[in-house]
Protein backbone atom coordinates (compact mmCIF):
# COMPACT_ATOMS: atom_id res chain seq x y z
CA UNK A 1 0.00 0.00 0.00
CA UNK A 2 1.21 3.43 -1.23
CA UNK A 3 1.24 6.55 1.07
CA UNK A 4 -2.12 7.10 2.96
CA UNK A 5 -1.26 11.26 2.29
CA UNK A 6 -1.11 12.86 -0.71
CA UNK A 7 0.45 16.46 -1.32
CA UNK A 8 -2.69 18.24 0.00
CA UNK A 9 -3.91 15.64 2.88
CA UNK A 10 -5.46 12.37 2.63
CA UNK A 11 -7.76 12.11 -0.37
CA UNK A 12 -10.18 9.67 -2.49
CA UNK A 13 -13.72 8.36 -3.17
CA UNK A 14 -16.05 8.99 -0.01
CA UNK A 15 -17.15 6.06 1.86
CA UNK A 16 -14.80 4.03 -0.11
CA UNK A 17 -11.31 4.67 0.00
CA UNK A 18 -12.18 7.06 2.37
CA UNK A 19 -14.75 6.38 5.30
CA UNK A 20 -15.93 7.21 8.67
CA UNK A 21 -13.67 4.55 10.04
CA UNK A 22 -10.63 5.82 8.21
CA UNK A 23 -11.39 9.80 9.24
CA UNK A 24 -12.14 8.59 13.07
CA UNK A 25 -8.82 7.14 12.90
CA UNK A 26 -6.60 9.42 11.24
CA UNK A 27 -8.40 12.21 13.25
CA UNK A 28 -7.00 10.36 16.92
CA UNK A 29 -3.76 9.42 15.35
CA UNK A 30 -3.05 13.14 14.58
CA UNK A 31 -4.21 14.55 18.35
CA UNK A 32 -2.24 11.31 19.74
CA UNK A 33 0.79 12.40 17.53
CA UNK A 34 0.57 16.39 18.35
CA UNK A 35 0.19 15.87 22.11
CA UNK A 36 3.59 13.94 21.98
CA UNK A 37 5.70 16.22 19.65
CA UNK A 38 4.01 19.08 22.36
CA UNK A 39 1.83 21.22 19.72
CA UNK A 40 -0.44 21.13 22.62
CA UNK A 41 1.86 22.49 25.72
CA UNK A 42 0.59 20.00 28.36
CA UNK A 43 -2.82 21.51 28.04
CA UNK A 44 -6.22 20.54 27.28
CA UNK A 45 -6.01 21.08 23.02
CA UNK A 46 -8.94 22.51 20.68
CA UNK A 47 -9.34 22.16 16.83
CA UNK A 48 -11.45 23.76 14.83
CA UNK A 49 -13.25 21.98 12.06
CA UNK A 50 -14.50 23.15 8.70
CA UNK A 51 -15.63 21.32 4.94
CA UNK A 52 -16.50 22.49 1.73
CA UNK A 53 -20.36 21.28 0.85
CA UNK A 54 -20.30 17.98 -0.45
CA UNK A 55 -22.90 15.75 0.83
CA UNK A 56 -20.20 13.67 2.00
CA UNK A 57 -18.75 16.14 4.00
CA UNK A 58 -21.66 15.62 6.61
CA UNK A 59 -20.96 11.95 7.72
CA UNK A 60 -17.39 12.76 7.74
CA UNK A 61 -17.01 15.73 9.95
CA UNK A 62 -19.04 14.00 12.55
CA UNK A 63 -16.40 10.98 12.16
CA UNK A 64 -13.66 13.56 12.73
CA UNK A 65 -15.70 15.47 15.48
CA UNK A 66 -15.76 12.49 17.29
CA UNK A 67 -12.27 11.07 16.92
CA UNK A 68 -11.26 14.32 18.07
CA UNK A 69 -13.54 14.66 21.20
CA UNK A 70 -13.07 10.99 21.85
CA UNK A 71 -9.41 11.91 22.42
CA UNK A 72 -9.43 14.38 25.05
CA UNK A 73 -9.55 17.99 22.28
CA UNK A 74 -12.39 20.40 22.03
CA UNK A 75 -13.87 20.54 19.15
CA UNK A 76 -15.17 24.09 17.31
CA UNK A 77 -17.27 23.07 14.33
CA UNK A 78 -16.73 26.38 11.41
CA UNK A 79 -19.34 24.75 9.37
CA UNK A 80 -19.25 25.52 5.31
CA UNK A 81 -15.74 27.50 4.32
CA UNK A 82 -13.00 27.69 2.45
CA UNK A 83 -10.11 25.70 3.16
CA UNK A 84 -7.92 29.12 3.73
CA UNK A 85 -10.66 30.06 5.90
CA UNK A 86 -9.70 27.47 8.61
CA UNK A 87 -5.91 27.63 8.02
CA UNK A 88 -6.52 31.62 9.07
CA UNK A 89 -8.91 30.41 11.83
CA UNK A 90 -6.62 27.80 13.13
CA UNK A 91 -4.37 30.68 13.99
CA UNK A 92 -6.68 33.52 14.51
CA UNK A 93 -8.96 31.39 17.33
CA UNK A 94 -5.40 29.82 18.90
CA UNK A 95 -6.58 26.21 17.71
CA UNK A 96 -4.08 23.48 18.02
CA UNK A 97 -5.41 22.04 15.43
CA UNK A 98 -7.32 22.68 12.17
CA UNK A 99 -9.20 20.33 10.04
CA UNK A 100 -10.54 20.79 6.45
CA UNK A 101 -12.95 18.16 4.70
CA UNK A 102 -12.78 19.06 0.84
CA UNK A 103 -11.68 17.33 -2.15
CA UNK A 104 -10.61 20.92 -3.68
CA UNK A 105 -11.55 20.50 -7.25
CA UNK A 106 -12.11 16.91 -7.37
CA UNK A 107 -15.46 15.65 -8.54
CA UNK A 108 -18.11 15.33 -5.68
CA UNK A 109 -18.13 11.90 -4.98
CA UNK A 110 -14.69 12.20 -3.75
CA UNK A 111 -13.47 14.04 -0.50
CA UNK A 112 -10.51 14.64 1.46
CA UNK A 113 -9.02 15.77 5.03
CA UNK A 114 -6.36 18.23 5.85
CA UNK A 115 -4.59 18.65 8.84
CA UNK A 116 -3.54 22.11 9.92
CA UNK A 117 -1.13 22.64 12.84
CA UNK A 118 -0.86 25.83 15.43
CA UNK A 119 -0.81 28.99 13.77
CA UNK A 120 -2.49 27.37 10.58
CA UNK A 121 0.49 25.93 8.55
CA UNK A 122 -0.18 22.12 6.83
CA UNK A 123 1.70 19.45 8.64
CA UNK A 124 4.91 18.57 7.20
CA UNK A 125 5.71 15.10 5.88
CA UNK A 126 7.17 13.72 9.18
CA UNK A 127 4.29 14.64 10.87
CA UNK A 128 1.72 13.03 8.26
CA UNK A 129 3.97 9.98 8.18
CA UNK A 130 3.84 9.66 11.98
CA UNK A 131 0.00 10.09 11.78
CA UNK A 132 -0.25 7.25 9.43
CA UNK A 133 1.96 4.75 11.45
CA UNK A 134 -0.28 5.41 14.33
CA UNK A 135 -3.64 4.18 13.01
CA UNK A 136 -3.92 0.88 14.32
CA UNK A 137 -2.59 1.45 17.49
CA UNK A 138 -3.88 0.72 20.83
CA UNK A 139 -4.25 3.80 23.42
CA UNK A 140 -5.69 5.03 26.45
CA UNK A 141 -9.39 6.56 26.35
CA UNK A 142 -10.34 9.60 28.24
CA UNK A 143 -13.05 9.48 30.19
CA UNK A 144 -15.55 11.97 32.31
CA UNK A 145 -14.71 15.49 31.90
CA UNK A 146 -11.27 14.57 29.88
CA UNK A 147 -12.90 14.27 26.81
CA UNK A 148 -13.56 16.74 24.34
CA UNK A 149 -16.33 18.72 24.24
CA UNK A 150 -18.50 19.73 21.19
CA UNK A 151 -19.47 23.63 19.98
CA UNK A 152 -20.68 25.24 16.72
CA UNK A 153 -19.34 28.93 15.75
CA UNK A 154 -20.45 29.60 12.07
CA UNK A 155 -20.24 33.59 12.72
CA UNK A 156 -16.06 32.25 12.37
CA UNK A 157 -16.37 32.60 8.94
CA UNK A 158 -17.13 36.56 8.96
CA UNK A 159 -14.03 37.20 10.68
CA UNK A 160 -12.08 35.19 8.12
CA UNK A 161 -14.49 37.62 5.16
CA UNK A 162 -13.02 40.32 7.27
CA UNK A 163 -9.41 39.39 8.09
CA UNK A 164 -9.39 39.32 3.91
CA UNK A 165 -10.74 42.60 3.06
CA UNK A 166 -8.64 44.74 5.48
CA UNK A 167 -5.56 42.89 3.63
CA UNK A 168 -6.04 45.18 1.05
CA UNK A 169 -6.14 48.38 2.34
CA UNK A 170 -7.88 51.10 1.70
CA UNK A 171 -8.35 50.57 -1.51
CA UNK A 172 -11.43 50.52 -2.94
CA UNK A 173 -13.19 48.16 -6.08
CA UNK A 174 -15.88 50.86 -7.22
CA UNK A 175 -16.33 50.84 -10.66
CA UNK A 176 -15.00 47.06 -11.34
CA UNK A 177 -17.47 44.29 -12.16
CA UNK A 178 -16.71 41.08 -11.42
CA UNK A 179 -18.07 37.76 -12.40
CA UNK A 180 -17.35 35.45 -9.58
CA UNK A 181 -17.78 31.69 -10.20
CA UNK A 182 -17.70 30.15 -6.83
CA UNK A 183 -17.86 26.32 -8.59
CA UNK A 184 -21.38 25.45 -5.76
CA UNK A 185 -18.08 25.40 -3.00
CA UNK A 186 -16.98 26.46 0.35
CA UNK A 187 -17.03 30.26 -0.81
CA UNK A 188 -20.42 30.38 -2.31
CA UNK A 189 -20.91 33.16 0.58
CA UNK A 190 -17.44 34.41 1.44
CA UNK A 191 -16.35 35.27 -1.97
CA UNK A 192 -18.87 37.73 -3.04
CA UNK A 193 -19.36 39.28 0.07
CA UNK A 194 -15.50 39.86 0.02
CA UNK A 195 -15.45 41.67 -3.43
CA UNK A 196 -18.98 43.73 -2.40
CA UNK A 197 -17.45 44.67 0.73
CA UNK A 198 -14.45 46.07 -1.28
CA UNK A 199 -17.18 47.96 -3.33
CA UNK A 200 -16.81 46.18 -6.29
CA UNK A 201 -19.98 45.44 -8.28
CA UNK A 202 -20.32 41.37 -8.14
CA UNK A 203 -22.28 39.21 -10.23
CA UNK A 204 -22.56 35.48 -8.95
CA UNK A 205 -22.85 32.20 -10.98
CA UNK A 206 -22.50 28.76 -9.49
CA UNK A 207 -22.98 29.86 -6.40
CA UNK A 208 -26.05 27.61 -5.15
CA UNK A 209 -24.13 24.09 -3.56
CA UNK A 210 -26.59 21.37 -2.41
CA UNK A 211 -24.20 18.82 -1.77
CA UNK A 212 -24.12 17.10 -5.20
CA UNK A 213 -23.08 19.94 -7.73
CA UNK A 214 -19.83 21.08 -6.17
CA UNK A 215 -17.16 21.66 -9.23
CA UNK A 216 -19.77 20.25 -11.83
CA UNK A 217 -18.88 21.94 -15.11
CA UNK A 218 -18.07 24.99 -13.04
CA UNK A 219 -15.22 26.61 -11.12
CA UNK A 220 -11.41 26.64 -12.00
CA UNK A 221 -11.88 23.66 -13.82
CA UNK A 222 -14.24 24.54 -16.39
CA UNK A 223 -14.01 28.25 -17.60
CA UNK A 224 -16.68 28.25 -20.57
CA UNK A 225 -19.99 29.55 -18.62
CA UNK A 226 -17.50 32.60 -16.57
CA UNK A 227 -16.27 33.20 -20.01
CA UNK A 228 -19.62 33.62 -21.44
CA UNK A 229 -21.32 35.63 -18.48
CA UNK A 230 -18.32 37.71 -18.58
CA UNK A 231 -18.55 38.56 -22.03
CA UNK A 232 -22.54 38.74 -21.75
CA UNK A 233 -22.10 41.07 -19.00
CA UNK A 234 -19.30 43.30 -20.23
CA UNK A 235 -17.72 42.76 -17.00
CA UNK A 236 -14.30 43.65 -16.09
CA UNK A 237 -13.37 40.73 -15.09
CA UNK A 238 -14.09 37.26 -14.43
CA UNK A 239 -12.77 34.94 -10.61
CA UNK A 240 -12.92 31.13 -11.21
CA UNK A 241 -12.85 29.75 -7.54
CA UNK A 242 -12.77 26.13 -6.88
CA UNK A 243 -14.28 23.60 -4.69
CA UNK A 244 -12.66 24.72 -1.75
CA UNK A 245 -11.66 28.51 -2.47
CA UNK A 246 -7.80 27.53 -2.57
CA UNK A 247 -7.12 28.62 -6.44
CA UNK A 248 -7.80 31.53 -8.24
CA UNK A 249 -8.17 31.76 -12.03
CA UNK A 250 -9.26 35.19 -13.97
CA UNK A 251 -11.05 35.74 -17.05
CA UNK A 252 -10.05 39.41 -18.62
CA UNK A 253 -12.77 41.34 -19.95
CA UNK A 254 -12.45 39.72 -23.47
CA UNK A 255 -12.71 36.45 -22.30
CA UNK A 256 -9.25 35.05 -22.59
CA UNK A 257 -8.12 32.90 -19.73
CA UNK A 258 -5.34 34.40 -17.06
CA UNK A 259 -3.70 31.25 -15.54
CA UNK A 260 -2.15 31.26 -12.23
CA UNK A 261 1.51 32.27 -13.60
CA UNK A 262 0.02 35.19 -15.29
CA UNK A 263 -1.43 36.45 -11.77
CA UNK A 264 1.46 35.56 -9.82
CA UNK A 265 3.24 37.59 -12.34
CA UNK A 266 0.66 40.86 -12.09
CA UNK A 267 0.93 40.22 -8.15
CA UNK A 268 4.81 40.21 -8.15
CA UNK A 269 5.63 43.66 -10.15
CA UNK A 270 3.00 45.30 -7.79
CA UNK A 271 4.93 44.05 -4.49
CA UNK A 272 7.72 44.98 -6.16
CA UNK A 273 6.27 48.33 -6.91
CA UNK A 274 5.23 49.00 -3.48
CA UNK A 275 8.94 47.43 -2.16
CA UNK A 276 7.12 44.34 -0.38
CA UNK A 277 8.73 41.58 -2.43
CA UNK A 278 11.24 40.26 -0.44
CA UNK A 279 14.70 39.34 -2.18
CA UNK A 280 12.65 40.25 -5.35
CA UNK A 281 12.13 36.59 -5.77
CA UNK A 282 8.59 34.78 -6.47
CA UNK A 283 8.53 30.96 -5.83
CA UNK A 284 6.80 28.32 -8.97
CA UNK A 285 6.76 25.29 -9.47
CA UNK A 286 8.50 23.22 -12.02
CA UNK A 287 5.14 23.10 -14.43
CA UNK A 288 5.24 27.00 -14.06
CA UNK A 289 5.45 28.19 -17.82
CA UNK A 290 8.86 29.25 -19.06
CA UNK A 291 7.40 32.17 -20.04
CA UNK A 292 6.67 33.32 -16.82
CA UNK A 293 10.42 32.64 -15.78
CA UNK A 294 11.78 34.85 -18.82
CA UNK A 295 9.32 37.59 -17.63
CA UNK A 296 10.61 37.76 -14.14
CA UNK A 297 13.64 37.55 -15.41
CA UNK A 298 13.53 40.18 -17.99
CA UNK A 299 12.35 42.22 -14.48
CA UNK A 300 14.96 41.84 -12.44
CA UNK A 301 13.01 39.29 -10.02
CA UNK A 302 14.15 35.68 -9.27
CA UNK A 303 12.26 32.71 -9.91
CA UNK A 304 12.95 30.15 -6.98
CA UNK A 305 11.16 26.83 -8.30
CA UNK A 306 10.22 23.89 -6.52
CA UNK A 307 8.19 20.15 -6.94
CA UNK A 308 4.94 20.23 -7.89
CA UNK A 309 1.99 20.88 -4.38
CA UNK A 310 1.45 24.15 -3.38
CA UNK A 311 3.12 22.65 0.63
CA UNK A 312 6.32 22.68 -1.48
CA UNK A 313 5.43 26.34 -2.64
CA UNK A 314 5.10 27.12 1.31
CA UNK A 315 7.97 25.11 2.40
CA UNK A 316 10.29 26.92 0.20
CA UNK A 317 8.82 30.17 1.13
CA UNK A 318 9.32 29.92 4.86
CA UNK A 319 13.31 28.68 4.56
CA UNK A 320 14.17 31.86 1.75
CA UNK A 321 12.25 33.78 3.66
CA UNK A 322 9.67 34.57 0.79
CA UNK A 323 5.78 36.76 0.14
CA UNK A 324 4.87 35.47 -2.88
CA UNK A 325 4.48 31.96 -4.64
CA UNK A 326 2.14 29.29 -6.28
CA UNK A 327 1.16 27.46 -9.08
CA UNK A 328 -0.08 27.42 -12.58
CA UNK A 329 -3.09 26.20 -11.27
CA UNK A 330 -4.05 29.23 -9.61
CA UNK A 331 -2.79 28.46 -6.17
CA UNK A 332 -1.31 31.66 -4.94
CA UNK A 333 0.30 31.80 -1.45
CA UNK A 334 0.51 35.62 -0.14
CA UNK A 335 2.61 34.56 2.94
CA UNK A 336 2.07 38.63 4.65
CA UNK A 337 -1.69 37.30 4.82
CA UNK A 338 -1.72 33.53 4.54
CA UNK A 339 -0.46 30.69 5.38
CA UNK A 340 -1.73 28.66 2.53
CA UNK A 341 -3.67 29.56 -1.35
CA UNK A 342 -6.58 31.73 -0.67
CA UNK A 343 -8.57 31.95 -4.18
CA UNK A 344 -10.51 35.29 -2.80
CA UNK A 345 -7.36 37.29 -0.89
CA UNK A 346 -5.71 36.26 -4.62
CA UNK A 347 -8.95 37.63 -6.72
CA UNK A 348 -9.03 40.85 -4.36
CA UNK A 349 -5.41 41.76 -4.77
CA UNK A 350 -5.47 41.13 -8.26
CA UNK A 351 -8.47 43.48 -8.36
CA UNK A 352 -6.63 46.06 -6.10
CA UNK A 353 -4.19 45.97 -8.73
CA UNK A 354 -6.66 46.83 -11.44
CA UNK A 355 -7.71 49.90 -9.25
CA UNK A 356 -4.43 51.50 -8.21
CA UNK A 357 -2.98 50.83 -11.48
CA UNK A 358 -5.60 52.02 -13.84
CA UNK A 359 -4.86 48.95 -16.21
CA UNK A 360 -7.22 46.42 -17.89
CA UNK A 361 -6.62 43.04 -16.77
CA UNK A 362 -5.65 42.08 -20.34
CA UNK A 363 -3.10 44.87 -19.63
CA UNK A 364 -1.44 43.89 -16.56
CA UNK A 365 -1.42 40.37 -17.76
CA UNK A 366 0.31 40.96 -21.14
CA UNK A 367 3.61 41.43 -18.62
CA UNK A 368 4.27 37.63 -19.96
CA UNK A 369 3.82 35.94 -23.03
CA UNK A 370 3.04 32.07 -22.15
CA UNK A 371 5.24 29.54 -24.53
CA UNK A 372 3.25 26.86 -25.89
CA UNK A 373 3.16 23.89 -23.64
CA UNK A 374 2.14 20.22 -23.92
CA UNK A 375 1.45 17.42 -21.47
CA UNK A 376 1.06 13.82 -22.46
CA UNK A 377 0.60 10.99 -19.80
CA UNK A 378 2.37 8.05 -20.47
CA UNK A 379 0.34 5.39 -18.37
CA UNK A 380 1.45 1.49 -17.72
CA UNK A 381 4.93 2.31 -17.40
CA UNK A 382 7.14 1.59 -14.51
CA UNK A 383 7.77 5.18 -13.23
CA UNK A 384 10.18 4.21 -10.85
CA UNK A 385 12.48 4.01 -13.77
CA UNK A 386 12.05 7.35 -14.83
CA UNK A 387 14.78 8.90 -13.87
CA UNK A 388 17.54 6.56 -14.12
CA UNK A 389 16.91 4.47 -17.88
CA UNK A 390 19.92 5.21 -19.79
CA UNK A 391 17.51 5.89 -23.12
CA UNK A 392 15.38 7.61 -21.77
CA UNK A 393 17.95 10.18 -20.00
CA UNK A 394 19.83 10.58 -23.79
CA UNK A 395 16.33 11.34 -25.63
CA UNK A 396 15.52 13.76 -23.29
CA UNK A 397 18.90 15.58 -23.59
CA UNK A 398 18.99 15.40 -27.18
CA UNK A 399 15.62 16.88 -26.78
CA UNK A 400 16.28 19.54 -24.62
CA UNK A 401 19.71 20.23 -26.68
CA UNK A 402 17.41 20.98 -29.43
CA UNK A 403 15.23 23.41 -27.80
CA UNK A 404 18.18 25.45 -26.48
CA UNK A 405 16.93 28.57 -24.11
CA UNK A 406 13.61 28.72 -25.81
CA UNK A 407 11.65 25.80 -24.30
CA UNK A 408 12.25 22.71 -22.32
CA UNK A 409 11.50 19.48 -21.53
CA UNK A 410 10.38 17.83 -17.88
CA UNK A 411 9.54 14.34 -17.21
CA UNK A 412 7.27 13.99 -13.77
CA UNK A 413 6.22 10.50 -12.35
CA UNK A 414 3.06 10.44 -11.19
CA UNK A 415 2.62 10.96 -7.70
CA UNK A 416 -0.91 8.72 -7.45
CA UNK A 417 -0.75 6.87 -10.82
CA UNK A 418 1.26 4.14 -12.53
CA UNK A 419 2.22 7.12 -15.10
CA UNK A 420 4.55 9.59 -16.24
CA UNK A 421 3.97 13.10 -17.50
CA UNK A 422 5.80 14.55 -19.94
CA UNK A 423 5.77 18.19 -20.56
CA UNK A 424 7.37 20.25 -23.45
CA UNK A 425 7.47 23.63 -23.69
CA UNK A 426 8.56 25.28 -27.02
CA UNK A 427 8.57 28.54 -29.11
CA UNK A 428 5.27 27.16 -31.26
CA UNK A 429 2.62 24.49 -30.38
CA UNK A 430 4.05 22.16 -32.97
CA UNK A 431 7.18 21.93 -32.08
CA UNK A 432 6.02 21.26 -28.50
CA UNK A 433 3.75 18.55 -29.87
CA UNK A 434 6.16 16.77 -31.74
CA UNK A 435 9.10 16.97 -28.98
CA UNK A 436 6.15 15.76 -26.47
CA UNK A 437 5.32 12.85 -28.43
CA UNK A 438 8.42 11.69 -29.50
CA UNK A 439 9.38 11.71 -25.67
CA UNK A 440 5.97 9.63 -24.97
CA UNK A 441 6.52 7.18 -27.72
CA UNK A 442 10.21 6.82 -25.96
CA UNK A 443 8.40 6.53 -22.06
CA UNK A 444 6.22 3.51 -23.28
CA UNK A 445 9.14 1.67 -25.07
CA UNK A 446 12.16 2.10 -22.04
CA UNK A 447 9.82 2.00 -18.91
CA UNK A 448 7.39 -0.62 -20.50
CA UNK A 449 6.24 -3.39 -17.52
Known sequence: MGRLFGTDGVRGRANEALTAELALQLSVAAAHVLAETGEFAGRKPCAVVGRDPRASGEFLEAAVVAGLASAGVDVVRLGVLPTPGVAYLTGATGADLGVMLSASHNPMPDNGIKFFARGGSKLDDTLEDAIEDRLDDAWSRPTGAAVGRVSDDLSLVESYVAHVVNSVGPVSLDGITVVVDCA??????????????????????????????????????????LREEVLARHADIGIALDGDADRCLAVDAAGRIVDGDQILAVLALALRESGRLKHDTVVATVMSNLGFVHAMQAQGLTVEQTRVGDRYVLESMRKGGFYLGGEQSGHVVMMEHATTG?????????MSRMATSGRTLAQLASVMTRLPQVLVNVPGVDKSRADSDPVLSAAVAEESALLGHSGRVLLRPSGTESLV????????????????????????TSLSL
Do not use: W, Y
Open 184 to 225: NGAASMAGPAAFEAQGATVVRIHAEPDGTNINENCGSTHMDS
Open 342 to 350: DGVLTGLHL
Open 421 to 444: RVMVEAETFDQANDVAHRLADVVK
